[in-house]
């Protein structure tokens, strides 16, 4: 079973910046496709980020494309996503997963692994 920690939530004006983490123990991340998903309060869960770390792999939503970075540390343990340029539209709850699938995936669908969450606040 592979646990996922993510961390780095908070809350932050609009056009700051903050850095999440998605850990576990072990290299397995570096093996696996790792997604951030966002779920606000009242809509659907929706994927943000992708990468697979064997091969750099990465995919962004047209919403963060330019304000997000995804990255993996080269232990393979740690996926983190960059936020820059922060609105409140995206607050939200922050939930990174993880499957062992050929290529990067913004569909919920294709993760069996889900960590706990971590809060977004983006104040106007």
């Known amino acids: 079973q592979l646990q996922l920690v993510e961390s780095g939530g908070a809350l932050v004006q609009a056009g700051g910046s903050l850095r999440l983490s998605c850990a576990t123990s072990g290299d397995f991340l570096r093996y696996y496709r790792v997604g951030w998903f966002r779920q606000a309060p009242g809509k659907d869960r929706e994927g943000v980020s992708s990468?697979?770390?064997?091969?750099?792999?990465?995919l962004y939503s047209d919403a963060v494309e330019g304000r997000f970075t995804i990255s993996g540390d080269t232990a393979g343990s740690t996926v983190y996503l960059e936020m820059n340029s922060l609105k409140p539209e995206d607050t939200a709850v922050y939930y990174c997963?993880?499957?062992?699938?050929?290529?990067?995936?913004?569909?919920?669908?294709?993760?069996?692994?889900w960590g706990q969450g971590t809060q977004v606040s983006v104040s106007s």
């Open positions: 997963a993880a499957n062992p699938g050929p290529y990067a995936s913004l569909n919920g669908n294709d993760y069996n692994f």
């Open positions: 990468i697979r770390i064997i091969d750099g792999a990465t």
